[in-house]
């Protein structure tokens, strides 16, 4: 049949005309999904060659890259990396049985970030289901859809060809519905190449997140009137409120209040804003703490979090502190009940925000902050420390967190090399912090002056993601580099992924923090008091390795060659670079706040 282009809605309408994986690609076509991430095998070929005619006939159509992952988590890692950038729906793909079960670690770290993500898994054809065919993954075997059912927000197999219509566009639409996730379709391989006797779902050009449009009015206004008096309040944001956060820091400026993160939230505000007080929680700063448990604080604002324990280092345990604390998340966001919070209000963040924003002009609320200083005339200040910048008493980051190194022969300290980067590399990088140490020393010391380019993956906290998370983002775009901040540890898991970035000449900077060890967990036993076993990992030269490989790799075993790095020249190269930067084993990450949640510290 011919096909039918509607341009006032950029549909296409066809009958009969595709197999289910044609189907399946222009649907996600028309919701300018353009890459794919995965591995190849068997079953899942029917995608993979839909993929290629698809490109190749495509006619004015954007084109759908397949983008080939080294592991089947790191695919999905990329997936998840390239969602954050973009702002798209990710997409990522497997064949059956262990090529499926390898996604698992990567689905759920999705699945804890809310991370928008179709993932796509096919089956042995149903006549061989349960018969030890191989790789078999039905539900009459290792049931690979009922291992994804507790971290997937839709998850189906499509046993019907006449099911493949409703069951993907109720899956792709309830990853785009908050609370956003992994979405999970299973297409046994002869439903792949089945005809489909049906029209392409009418949508729009593109597709965005949903959440309800509402809020409860009664507990809003409460929010006002709280926020509007003559009250000292302070902004605990969660990253939640990293959508929304021009809007939000707005009503904190216009109101005068404090703000602090928690560490999932760091990006969300520059690190050179005068109201900006630090990070709460895991490796979070003194002053902030102080902040939120002094007696000076009337209210807590806190937006968009779920005060879990990691987070907060035991905040929702503190009801004299819940007493002040006025929640303002979205609905439905996860189990927790702040049954000891002074207020809850619950609903779209925007809205609130934007609400809240025109209420407090209306109301001619003074703008404490422009009265007392304008952030247009008077910046912070700042003055140079070590090569780097170091806030004075203006600029509200602790100066304990800008550690200088005056040993320029001694290892790198891991402080100092935190404090260097944003110097070292173009403003616009997207930094990317994986599980472990690399987490405590970003949070604690990477102070960035941009917002919304710090992203680390703190709800499953899985070793490896940054690695392909980065790759993916730079698929993404690449106006910036994307920085993957990472351990010799999670390296020697995930590294191979280096290769991805080589093959298509993807702007990735590697930074492996390299210390022969498992360093959170060499230095969680020395501070726990633990049997030291477990955490050696031998000498690795990851220069050299990187270099095999065909990236660019730069060994730096001490701070002078550290200042002396000519990070233009290496940027100038097409490709990925790595970093193999020789840190002080002995430095102790601030890592108190998760030793005593383990019961140790």
Known sequence: MNNVIRKDELLLSTQGAFNAAEFVLEYLSQINVDKIFGVPGGAIEPLFDAVARF???????????????????????????YARESGRLAVCCATTGPGSTNMITGIASAYTDQIPMLVLTPQTSMAGFGRQELQDSSDDSVSVVTMLSRCTRYNSMVTHIDQLKYKLTKAVKRALTYPCGPVHLSIPMDIWHQAVDAELPPVASGVKVQCHDSYEQLNYEKLCQLLSGNHKSLF???????????????????????????????????????LYRGVIGFAGH?????????????????????????????????????????CVNFPLSDDFVYETAHLQLYGNLEKIFDDLKNYLHKRQVIDRFTHKRSIHSQRCNVIQYGGFSKMGVDGRIPSSTYIDQPNKEALVKPQYLMGKLPGLLPSKSRYHIDAGNSWAWATHYLHLNSVLNYRI????????????????????????????????????????????????????????????????????QRLGGAEAIGFELPPVDFAMMARAVGAVGISVENAQQLDELEIDQLLDTKGPVLLDIHIDPEEVPPMASRMKELGRG
């Open 457 to 524: 993956a703190m709800g499953f906290g899985s070793m490896g993601w940054a690695i392909g998370a980065a790759v993916g983002a730079a698929s993404a775009q690449d106006e910036a580099p994307a920085v993957c901040i990472t351990g010799d540890g999670s390296y020697l898991m995930s590294g191979q992924e280096i290769t991805v970035a080589v093959q298509l000449q993807l702007p990735v900077i590697f930074v492996v923090l390299n210390d022969h060890a498992f360093g959170m967990v060499k230095h969680g």
């Open 55 to 81: 490109n190749r006939d495509k006619g004015q159509k954007p084109a759908i890259d397949l983008i080939t992952s080294r592991h089947e988590t790191g695919a999905v890692f990329m997936a998840d990396g």
């Open 236 to 274: 605990l944001l969660g990253v939640d409120s990293l959508p929304h956060i021009r809007t939000i820091i707005e009503c904190a400026e216009i109101i005068g209040a404090e703000i602090v993160t928690t560490a999932a939230a760091k990006g969300a505000i520059s690190a050179n804003h005068p």
């Open 286 to 326: 003194q002053q902030a703490i102080e902040l939120l448990y002094g007696d000076e604080t009337d209210h807590i604002v806190v937006i968009g979090s779920n005060l879990s324990p990691f987070e907060t280092a035991g905040l929702s345990s503190c009801d004299a502190i819940m007493s002040k604390v006025l």
